[in-house]
């Protein structure tokens, strides 16, 4: 294996040749690789997530707030904003000029549920979604913040809420997604974060890289970084297939929705697992890890004798 030089830090720069202008940086890192696997795996990796809220203001008012929010949420994080292009040397683009109301006329939608929010459906028909959005006229968006509302009224004259969020993997993860969600939601209560829209300085919040962003290359590149690099290139390479369970045949340029399920636990349930996890010295995680690989040898047996058994890291997700 040829010998691979650290990743670098790179900053935000100013491409005038650009018409409109634009700030540009290449994306590095974990954006780098969420970015790849998008485009090898036909957008698998694209976030939806959310969450449910009740409250007595109307959805009109809502929709309102909510607007509001989400433009001071490009200001504080205006790579939601950006767009990535060159699919060989993938880069982000803002184009700070761009047209603030129209980016929030696409990236901002309500959309009405009827008597329930019916989350599942929804989360489902937007992983069929693919990024990004466009307009026709140019304006485009890798980011969505969706308002869901519901006819039905409680009985203390409540209504049931939804807002989620769908974007790239390389701009939103679980952590960044709450915590955008939280930011939101904390503006549309009147209790948020004071923020003062100025779009000309909005590109100066634009985020460092993340080789930057976690202390810069490690000097540990040539030995511990190296190395990884060979493990994921063996496993790219190897020959014996992971255990895991069968696809039902389909055809393979035909889309089929995501599914999952969900169980719960009892309060006492949940109080004995985290003390037998505690006592083995492992997480809960680790014990659905272990729970999971069991299921799919009771579906799907070893045939003879081995020694070991692999599994794929999507198996057990």
Same mark, same amino acid.
């Given at each position: 294996?040829?010998? =691979? &030089? ?20 290449? &994306? ?8 790849? $696997? ?27 707030? %909510?607007?509001? %929010? ?11 904003? =950006? ?49 990004? $959005? ?50 939101? =939601? ?32 490690? /000097?540990?590149?040539?030995? $511990?970084?190296?190395? &990884? ?16 369970? %069968? /696809? ?12 999952? $399920? ?8 949940? %109080? ?14 680790? &014990? ?30």
């Amino acid at each position: 294996m040829s010998k =691979c &030089l650290p990743p670098t830090p790179t900053k935000w720069v100013l491409d005038a040749s650009c018409d409109p202008p634009v700030y540009t940086r290449p &994306l590095v890192g974990s954006e780098l690789t969420m970015e790849r $696997y998008w485009n090898a795996f036909d957008a698998d990796g694209e976030v939806c997530i959310g969450v449910d809220f009740t409250s007595s203001l109307s959805a009109e008012e809502l929709k309102c707030l %909510a607007r509001q %929010a989400l433009s001071k949420l490009r200001f504080v994080c205006p790579i939601v904003a =950006c767009t990535i292009e060159d699919i060989a040397s993938p880069r982000w683009v803002y184009t700070p000029s761009a047209d603030r109301e129209a980016w929030l006329d696409l990236a901002f939608v309500v959309e009405e549920r009827g008597e329930s929010l019916n989350q599942s459906e929804f989360i489902q028909r937007i992983n069929l979604t693919r990024l990004p $959005y466009t307009d026709g006229t140019g304006t485009s968006t890798l980011f969505r913040v969706y308002l869901l509302t519901t006819s039905k009224e409680s009985d203390n004259s409540n209504k049931e809420y939804g807002l989620y969020f769908h974007g790239t993997h390389a701009i939103i993860d679980a952590g960044p997604a709450i915590r955008g969600l939280n930011l939101m =939601c904390e503006w549309m209560s009147g209790n948020g974060l004071d923020v003062v829209i100025m779009p000309s300085e909005e590109w100066q919040n634009l985020p460092v890289d993340p080789i930057a962003a976690t202390g810069g290359p490690s /000097p540990e590149w040539e030995t $511990y970084g190296s190395k &990884l690099l060979e493990e994921f290139a063996e496993q790219d390479a190897r020959t014996t297939p992971f255990h895991t369970l %069968a /696809p039902p045949p389909r055809p393979p340029n035909k889309l089929e929705p995501p599914f999952h $399920y969900a169980t719960s636990l009892s309060e006492s349930e949940t %109080a004995t697992v985290i003390a037998q996890t505690k006592k083995l010295g492992v997480s809960v995680t680790t &014990l659905f890890h272990a729970a999971h690989c069991l299921a799919q040898f009771k579906m799907h047996p070893v045939q003879g004798a081995t020694s070991e058994v692999d599994f794929s890291s999507i198996s057990t997700m």
